[in-house]
T-cell receptor, first 111, second 111 residues
């Protein structure tokens, strides 16, 4: 399943499928990008980050892709599990340490 | 072990009555942030401290103030809370070029 982040705030996928969450960021000068997962009643939790000198980074079951040309960031989750259900935010860090968040996408995993 | 601790977890205040939210960290990070998060929205940056330097966001109302007496502690003061200030308030810390570490937030109710 795939979302367009700011324009489609919910994404529903079947357990075991891959998920793709998209995000458009605003500032071409941003040089550091982070994906966060937020569960109900908790603070955002770090998932994976990427710097502007890279276009792809992989973690455990997650991959982040960065396209600076169109200012687009995506998070891919492989073999999505029920525990992945949460709201996912992308964030961009600016030169002055400002960390700004995108609108978020709610991921629901159906068993 | 909690590394960014926010107290209290839930805070109820009356309309117009000053309230202070607190945040402490054991990470020795030099940057501390305050975010406001309303239901189903992204965290919104209010301000941050880089060491002792205070960085206010242009659209943060004057009603919101902050203090950082030392590296470990940071406070959010709301001088005259209105009904629209009811939200989750998130504190986060980071060092240069590192992800933000969030506390679990203080949920503020204004009656």
């Amino acid at each position: 399943g795939e979302s367009v982040g700011l324009h489609l705030p919910t994404l529903s996928v079947q357990e075991g499928d891959n998920s793709i969450i998209n995000c458009a960021y605003s500032n071409s000068a941003s040089d550091y990008f982070i994906w966060y997962k937020q569960e109900s009643g908790k603070g955002p939790q770090f998932i994976i980050d990427i710097r502007s000198n890279m276009d792809k980074r992989q973690g455990q079951r997650v991959t982040v892709l960065l396209n600076k040309t169109v200012k687009h960031l995506s998070l891919q989750i492989a073999a999505t599990q029920p525990g992945d259900s949460a709201v996912y935010f992308c964030a961009e860090k600016r030169w002055n340490n400002d960390m700004r968040f995108g609108a978020g996408t709610r991921l629901t995993v159906k068993p | 072990d909690a590394m960014v601790i926010q107290n209290p977890r839930y805070q109820v205040t009356q309309f117009g009555k000053p309230v202070t939210l607190s945040c402490s960290q054991t990470l020795n990070h030099n940057v501390m942030y305050w975010y406001q998060q309303k239901s189903s929205q992204a965290p919104k940056l209010l301000f941050h401290y880089y060491d002792k330097d205070f960085n206010n966001e242009a659209d943060t109302p004057d009603n919101f103030q902050s203090r950082r007496p030392n590296t470990s502690f940071c406070f959010l003061d709301i001088r005259s809370p209105g009904l629209g200030d009811a939200a989750m308030y998130l504190c986060a810390t980071s060092s240069d070029n590192s992800p933000l570490h969030f506390g679990n937030g203080t949920r503020l109710t204004v009656t």
